[in-house]
């Protein structure tokens, strides 16, 4: 498998705190990565580091072999790398459709095959073809998350990045979710998921890194950290 994203001893701050320390990952063409930890654990400033957010100092921070470094996150995205944040900054005055058209634009590739248009969306989400004309303000926690997440996928990413997608949500809703994680698991498309709920989690990836004060603390296959359930009380919320 060959590596898509690449972090290597990543520094970051804010300020005068260091929030990041040496962090290092990977993530695979077509693979879906978990980054896992409590809240403060570093997951947020590892996704708004790699879109060029947080400025960062390391050895490398590289997509496709190109150097993330000093780049703008205009130019990040551009690439072909999709954020869908924690805060999920919805248009709440626009309708559902019109957010979906704000986050609109072509491949980094130029592919034709596969790109992710409204009626491809609504087939992903179909709950949102009801609620096009909606005012997105108007919608529930799981609703808004559907439409954050579709939004990204208009912009025909090669990697998402999903901040904490689970948080505030539901059981049932957060189930509802994973479901369509997996499908986009299915389509091929590289993920890197931040969540510090492993039941939400499971379902999604085989490899996960385990945060915690800003440094990866463990890395492995969920079955290979299984096998130390002290890694999962410790810095894993159940």
């Known amino acids: 498998m060959s590596e898509l994203l690449v972090l290597e001893a990543v520094d970051a701050y804010y300020g005068s705190s260091h929030v990041l320390q040496g962090v290092s990952l990977t993530v695979g063409a077509g693979e879906v ?5 409590r809240n403060g654990a570093g997951k947020t400033t590892v996704m708004r580091t790699v879109m060029g957010l947080v400025a960062a100092q390391g050895t490398r921070i590289a997509f496709r072999g190109q150097d993330l470094r000093g780049m703008p996150p205009h130019r990040i995205a551009r690439l072909g790398i999709g954020l869908v944040p924690e805060d999920r900054r919805m248009f709440a ?20 095959a596969g790109r992710w248009e409204i009626e491809r969306v609504f087939w992903l989400f179909p709950a949102l073809e009801s609620l096009q004309h909606r005012k997105a303000g108007t919608l529930s926690g799981g609703q808004q998350q559907m439409v954050t997440i579709a939004r990204t996928l208009m912009g025909n990413p090669t990697l998402l990045l999903l901040d904490e997608p689970a948080e505030g949500l539901a059981p049932v809703t957060a189930q509802g979710l994973a479901e369509q994680l997996v499908r986009l698991r299915s389509e091929g ?12 989690a499971r379902a999604l990836a085989e490899r996960a890194y ?10 492995g296959t969920l079955a290979e950290l299984d ?4 890694a999962w009380t410790r810095y894993v919320a159940f």
């Open 33 to 37: 990565v978990l980054l896992l930890g």
């Open 93 to 112: 005055k626009l309708t559902v459709r019109e957010n979906l058209e704000v986050g609109r634009k072509p491949p980094a590739d130029g592919r034709s």
């Open 189 to 200: 498309l590289s993920m890197l998921i931040s969540e510090q709920n492993l039941s939400f």
């Open 210 to 219: 385990v945060m915690e004060s800003g440094c990866v603390r463990h890395h």
């Open 227 to 230: 096998a130390d359930p002290s």
